[in-house]
Structure formats: structure tokens, C-alpha cells
């Protein structure tokens, strides 16, 4: 039952929102593979009128577009690896931006290779399939600096050289998880008209065994400048972020965001209840943790104190790709730390326990479920920065 109380506009405004949004979410299902598969349709009905009708009209067509956004993304980011490798990601990207007024480029592996992006080329040189970086653009309002939100998208992780073991490898095509979520933060930008501009990076690659992959011991120079050894090939995440986070830093942004499915670890700490978030300020991480208790999609902040950076000094290059098994989704962080400018806000989420269900619960079925989409949507609306 409904607690006794006067309901204000607002609260009834939320209310609705949340149920219409929760309805669109909860009853989505990935059926496109199924051979029996009966398409669902959604039908809203008004019966009779709320005080503050316009308000509750208004949260409902708001938690509509976010719904149906998110259930767009979710189609493409449940596709097997088999069907959706790096190029096909950025032709997705390219189409909804086209339909949605995004602007869209997109770096071949070839341009990346110009580009002098060794961390990223040293894993997606492993498979046939060349990798990409895709930027997408929202213009937003003029006079202010955009916000930069980086999401990796790893198609498909076998831990290159650094073999996987086989049991549960099938779920590593939700890799691409920060990817995909930030692609679906691009969309949102777009069809809910927010004011700040945004741009997004993907880096698209397929983490694989090939000839040409990387070998334990190798050592790369990124984009920046910066050494690399590669203690293993499984640690592939932040190699394509370092390069990418080198691109958002040319944006010249009031703050840059990561989103990875980066750390196993990150499962260890927080099991699949909460995102880990750790970052160079503290404003930026407090306002990220604020959009994360309005939207439900929590976020449990982690020390990176500088102490943490002993861990990934290199024998024999500037760093390593990981540390000594201690502390590892801090030390993911702390990697990436060093791609990014000391004056540039920045924060990393590291969703490797929120990315996807892998059973039914009762806000969804197995699959993607693109946290922290709306988190980060809900941020780029507020922030102060």
C-alpha cells in the first residue's frame, strides 16, 4: 500500500517516471536470435487526471525517451561477437548519430597507427579484425567547455597470449560494456536536448591470439609518449584507454570520464551491487556519486593515493601494465591515472560487476545493462564543472 501522505507534484512527477522508466527496462528481452521470438509493444494509457498532470506528463515522456534509448543501445550491445566486431560498432555509431544529429568520426587502425597509438595497436594488432576509435559529438549550448566521457569496447576478450581459462569466457562479448554505455550517453545527450556539450570516445577492438598479438615482456610506447611493458595480455583495457584518454585530453575539457569493465577485481570488492569510482578530485567523484543515488546506479568511491603508482613502476619501461596482484582495481585506476593531465578533472568507473546479468532479476533479464548510462546522463545535466 501507498504510505498516508499528501504527494506534491514533484513527488508524483518522480514517481511516475521511475514506474514508466522501470516498466520499459524490466520488461525489455533479447529475443533477436530466437526462432520463436514474439516482438513486444508498450502502450501508455492516461486514466483520469494527477495534481500536477503537466509535471507527471512530463516525467513520463522524459522516462520514455530514456527507456527506449537505453532498449535501442541494448539491441546492439547484446550482439555475439560474431556479429558485431570493431567496424560494425562504429557503422552503428555512425547510423544513430546520422538520425540523431551527433557528429561521428571515426580513426581506422591504420590512422591510429599514424596517430603513434602503441598501446592501443598492441591489441588490435592480435586479431583479423581491425580495431577503430570512434568519436561522437554533441554540440549542446555554446560557452561552455564539453565534458568528455571515454567507454572501452573490447568486442570480445580472450586475455590474448594471456589465455582466459574457457569457463564463462562466452559472457567476455560484454567487454564492451563502457562502450556501449557511453554510446548510449551520447544518444541521451541528443534526444533528451541537454545543454552541455558532450563528446564520447570508443575504443573498438577484439582482444585475440593472432600472429600479430602481444607478447608478455613487450613494450610499447602510447600515444603520449609514455612506456609501456606488458606484463599480460589479459590487462588490455587500460592499453586502449591510455591512448584514448590522450585523444579526450586534446579536447581541452572541464572533466573527462572512463568507463571500463576493467578489473575482476572490482567483482572481489563490491560483488554486482555497485560501480567503483576513484578519481583525481574530489568534486567531480562527489558529483558522480550524487547522479549515481538519484538514478539507483550506485557507486562505491576507492582511495588513489600516490602510493599506489609504486606498484606499476617499470623494470625496464616507465610503467607496467599491472601491479603485483594487490590493490588491482585501484592500480587500474592508477594506470590510467597516468594518461590524463594533472589539471583535468578526471574520474574512472570501473563497472566489471554491473556491465551485464547473467540471470533474470527484477529490473531485467540476462544481457547488457549499460550501467552507468543514466548515471552518467543524469551527471552531464548537473554538473557544475
Known amino acids: 500500500a501507498w504510505p498516508e501522505k499528501v504527494w506534491s507534484a514533484q513527488e508524483l512527477a518522480e514517481l511516475a517516471g521511475l514506474a514508466t522508466e522501470g516498466l520499459l527496462q524490466g520488461a525489455y528481452s ?10 513486444r509493444k508498450f502502450i501508455f494509457t492516461w486514466c483520469g487526471e494527477l ?4 509535471s507527471v506528463r512530463a516525467a513520463v515522456r522524459r522516462a520514455e525517451i530514456i527507456g527506449a534509448t537505453l532498449n535501442d543501445i541494448r539491441a546492439i550491445a547484446n550482439l555475439p561477437a ?18 540523431n544529429g551527433l557528429q561521428c568520426r571515426v580513426w581506422s587502425q591504420a590512422a591510429l597507427e599514424k596517430e603513434k597509438c602503441g598501446a592501443f595497436l598492441s591489441v588490435a594488432r592480435g586479431s583479423r579484425r581491425p580495431g577503430c576509435l570512434i568519436r561522437l559529438a554533441y554540440p549542446g549550448k555554446r560557452g ?10 573490447v568486442m570480445f576478450d580472450t586475455g590474448g597470449i594471456s589465455l582466459k581459462p574457457p569457463k564463462g569466457m562466452e559472457w567476455m562479448k560484454f567487454d564492451k560494456g563502457g562502450g556501449m554505455a557511453a554510446l548510449a550517453v551520447a544518444l541521451l545527450a541528443a534526444r533528451l536536448k541537454l545543454s552541455r556539450p ?26 603520449n609518449g609514455k612506456t609501456v611493458e606488458i606484463l599480460t595480455t589479459d590487462a588490455e583495457g587500460r592499453m586502449i584507454l591510455a591512448d584514448a584518454l590522450s585523444f579526450a585530453a586534446d579536447e581541452k575539457p572541464a572533466a573527462i570520464v ?34 549515481g543515488e538519484t538514478t539507483g546506479e550506485r557507486l562505491w568511491q ?62 531485467g533479464g ?20
Not at 51 to 54: H, R
Not at 86 to 97: C, F, G, V, W, Y
Not at 310 to 331: C, E, M, P, Y
Request: net charge negative; no cysteine; proline share 7%.
Open 30 to 39: 533479447f529475443d533477436a536470435y530466437k526462432s520463436k521470438a514474439r516482438p
Open 51 to 54: 495534481a500536477g498532470g503537466t
Open 82 to 99: 560474431n556479429d558485431l566486431g570493431p567496424q560494425d560498432l562504429a557503422r552503428h555509431a555512425q547510423k544513430l548519430a546520422r538520425a
Open 144 to 153: 561552455r567547455k564539453p565534458l568528455v566521457i571515454v567507454g572501452k569496447a
Open 198 to 223: 558532450l563528446i564520447v570516445y570508443i575504443p573498438a577492438i577484439e582482444n585475440m591470439p593472432g600472429g600479430g598479438a602481444a607478447r608478455p615482456g613487450d613494450i610499447v610506447t602510447a600515444r
Open 258 to 291: 572512463d568507463i571500463a569493465t576493467l578489473t575482476g577485481a572490482a567483482i572481489v570488492a563490491l560483488g554486482h551491487e555497485a560501480t567503483a569510482v576513484m578519481g583525481n578530485q574530489d568534486r567531480l567523484v562527489m558529483e558522480l556519486m550524487l547522479a
Open 302 to 363: 576507492l582511495p588513489l593515493w600516490s602510493e599506489y603508482d609504486d606498484l606499476l613502476k617499470g623494470k625496464f619501461a616507465d610503467w607496467q601494465n599491472v601491479g603485483d596482484g594487490s590493490a588491482g582495481t585501484i592500480t587500474g585506476g592508477a594506470f590510467l591515472r597516468q594518461f590524463v593531465p594533472e589539471e583535468i578533472p578526471w574520474a574512472h568507473l570501473d563497472i566489471a560487476g554491473t556491465a551485464w546479468l547473467e540471470a533474470e532479476k527484477p529490473f
Open 366 to 385: 540476462p544481457g547488457a545493462t549499460l550501467v552507468p548510462a543514466r548515471l552518467l546522463a543524469e551527471w552531464v545535466a548537473r554538473t557544475t564543472l
